[in-house]
């Protein structure tokens, strides 16, 4: 009977010793995938990015590039609670030198996403403008898709710890001639592609 209750301790115990050494094994595989490929910020923690905003119109009919341009930039990102951003977006050369604010989120792998703020800029009558507002009225074009979410221009993108590209697609109708348009000529037949992209690097 001894030798039975020996016998079945020890298988016990022999599956205890499998069990955690399993167990200890998956942990730090978990814990060395973290150190390895997380990025972790604490909220006020700021990076400062220089770099480009690419713009991209394409006629749907005949692949036509309609227009091509970018604006050299500088943007900075305030980390928030809950791994959440603030973007403060300044364009210069042939885009004017224009300043605006952008909210989004980061994951701890540097997925990114963010939306320009809504409203984008509020005139001296209190007049709340959209940056959908804000295209037509420059481009005389409506615009929606994938990347057009309340009003607002969202972004996607990544953050390797050193560079920082996000993209917007989204589609527009621009056909009406619109004497304010200096991108394109207007009317289009069909609708035009839109690609907005930044490509930042971190100083």
């Known amino acids: 009977m001894k030798t039975i209750r020996r016998l079945l301790f020890f298988i016990v115990a022999i599956s205890l ?8 094994r998956f942990t730090n595989s978990v814990q060395d995938f973290g150190l390895k490929n997380k990025m972790i910020f604490i909220p006020g923690d ?3 990015f220089t770099g480009d905003t690419w713009y991209k119109y394409v006629q749907v009919i005949g692949n036509n590039v309609l227009a ?10 305030t980390f928030l609670e ?12 042939g885009c004017g030198g224009r300043t605006f604010s952008a909210y989004g989120q980061m994951t701890p792998s540097g997925s990114v996403y963010f939306e320009y703020a809504i409203p984008i800029m509020t005139l001296p009558d209190g007049t709340k403008l959209n940056i959908t507002d804000v295209i037509q009225g420059h481009l005389g074009c409506t615009i929606h898709g994938p990347g057009i979410d309340r009003g607002t221009i969202v972004f996607q993108g990544k953050f390797d710890g050193s560079t920082l590209v996000a993209v917007s697609h ?3 109708k621009c056909d009406v001639t619109w004497p ?5 000529p207007t009317p289009v037949n069909g609708p035009v592609q839109c690609s907005w ?3 930042l690097t971190v100083e």
């Open 17 to 24: 010793l499998i069990a955690c050494s399993k167990s200890d």
């Open 68 to 77: 091509e341009m970018s604006c050299p930039n500088e943007v900075k990102i």
């Open 197 to 199: 992209t930044y490509d």
């Open 170 to 172: 989204f589609n527009s």
């Open 180 to 184: 304010n348009n200096n991108i394109f």
């Open 46 to 48: 700021v990076l400062t």
């Open 82 to 93: 809950d791994q959440k951003l603030e973007l403060l977006i300044t364009e210069s050369g």
